[in-house]
């Protein structure tokens, strides 16, 4: 089955900084890729999701790129802000009926 | 739009008790459900899946007998812990696929439940 891997597991970064976080999935056949931020007890949050037909996709601070080839896609987020102060999931999914399969989150951190 | 509703939000039960949670789709049909269990700290992980009318396809290594699931109307699917063990205690959380108006798909998910199991 699918496997998604998820780097780095923690991030502090100055605020105004970019952070990167970084996921690689197993799947060729996986072809959307969401983002989610979670706050403690809360539900994921979708931020930004990218399909296996376009290689980047930005939203204002957020962007998504995807390498299909190397099966690797990262979240950038730039001019980092205290309340992007969260934990972050990648995850990946095969098709419209197949479920979302998560990676194991990167907690990022914004000093003031 | 594309709300799913989770209840409750949290519940405290005794060892070897019951616990069901819902998740209604309020404002759309909810064809398939997925069911994630998270521990603190950790990341989601896919208990089940259920489909409107169909029995559960559970994940390697989760118990059928012991998480149940019913997902008998396009609207309603429920999640029974059974004989609940301490063990049990997680953040419990659903997921409903929703297909957009552009005609892509996208996950809703519900705004879990806390279980703790004394």
């Known amino acids: 089955g699918e496997n998604v891997e998820q780097h780095p597991s923690t991030l502090s970064v100055q605020e105004g900084d970019s952070a990167v976080i970084k996921c690689t999935y197993s799947d060729s056949a996986s072809n959307y890729f969401p983002w989610y931020k979670q706050e403690l007890g809360k539900r994921p949050q979708l931020i930004i999701d990218i399909r296996s037909n376009v290689g980047e996709k930005k939203d204002q601070r957020i962007a998504v790129t995807l390498n299909k080839t190397a099966k690797h896609f990262s979240l950038h987020i730039t001019e980092t802000q205290p309340e992007d102060s969260a934990v972050y999931f990648c995850?990946?999914?095969?098709?419209?009926?197949?479920?979302?399969?998560f990676g194991s989150g990167t907690r990022l951190s914004i000093r003031p | 739009g594309a709300v799913v509703s989770q209840h409750p939000s949290w519940v405290i039960c005794k060892s070897g008790t019951s616990v069901k949670i819902e998740c209604r789709s309020l404002?759309?049909?909810?064809?398939?459900m997925f069911w994630y269990r998270q521990f603190p700290k950790q990341s989601l992980m896919l208990m089940a899946t259920?489909?409107?009318?169909?029995?559960?396809?559970?994940e390697q290594g989760v118990e059928k007998d012991k998480f149940l699931i019913n997902h008998a109307s396009l609207t309603l699917s429920t999640l029974t812990v059974t004989s609940a063990h301490p063990e049990d205690s997680s953040f419990y959380i659903c997921?409903?696929?929703?297909?957009?108006?552009?005609?892509?798909?996208?996950?809703?998910f519900g705004s879990g439940t806390r279980l703790t199991v004394v």
């Open positions: 404002d759309f049909q909810a064809t398939t």
């Open positions: 995850a990946a999914s095969k098709g419209s009926a197949s479920k979302i399969i």
């Open positions: 259920s489909n409107e009318g169909s029995k559960a396809t559970y």
């Open positions: 997921s409903a696929r929703v297909v957009k108006r552009t005609g892509n798909y996208g996950y809703t």
